[in-house]
């Protein structure tokens, strides 16, 4: 019904989804799979997204990287990204989330393509109509700024706080019909989504203890069991291993590791997400954006430590199976 009457903002969502589902049933029809077929195929291109992220971040930073190495990072971010149980559970429906994941990592490559070359403006006008599409997907792509803003303060290069500032102002002229619609109606999608978070409508309003509990337990149901054992079993083979963390392995970016550089893009939307449930109410996908830095942290952890194409193929292979058994 919203894409039959397009329009700047509805009452609980932006306007991208709509938008979204509308050319979707104009391509393959109004049944089910015409409703989610495009919004599907943007959670199936968020992993390759990644995959080119990591192959840019070695080409840039460490170029003394085997090609073979580069691409087994890459592989491991794409099959880590798709094993994640949030791909299972909201990534075959038509929600905003599918958009916003699909953006925010747009947002993390296009963000790291501008920090090489901070003095040329187009990839600051490209990263702000980036974030504007993130924001009219859904609001919490406002959590990636502070990501951004982070990094800018890590790097302290006066060029980064610029491009910045120029990306926030096309971002804020993208974003004018949105607010004007949103004015106009009495803005009813910051109220709903205010209140969303808030839990001031909900039965569910819990103790601010248990909510917090239940946070960070929906969060690994997001990450998923295969990301989860991959991750302590990679552990348990590095303490064994111990290796030597030398510059070959720890390529770095303006005084930034690459794996912190990944972790930024998650720990403020996963802390943001913490001290929201404290207010009695746990969103469970609120925070599903973190994901995707967790993964392409893991990612250049585990492609340094376990130079082997099987690891990517199984995690994948297995991700999709326990998706799919959850999902039937």
Known sequence: DWSRDLAWGYFSKPPVLPALIRLSTLLAGDGIAGVRSLVVFLWTLTPVVLWRLVWDMFRDQAPHVPVRTRLLVGAWAAALASAMLVFALI???????????FFWALLMWFFWRAMQTPQRLWPWVLWGILLALALLSKYTACVAVVSALWLAFKQRHA???????????????LLIPHAMWNQTHGWPTLRHTAELLAGSDSAEHAGAVFSALKYTASQWVLVGPVVFLTGVFGFIRWRQKAPKRTDETRPKTGGVPLMEWAWTWTWPIWLLGLMQSLQGKAEMNWPAPAVLGFALMLALWQGMTTLSWRGPWLVLILGAMVGATVSL
């Open 91 to 101: 990534g075959q429906v038509a929600t905003t989330d599918g958009p916003l994941l």
């Open 159 to 173: 060029s980064i706080w610029q491009g910045l500032a120029l990306a926030f102002m096309v971002c804020g002229v």
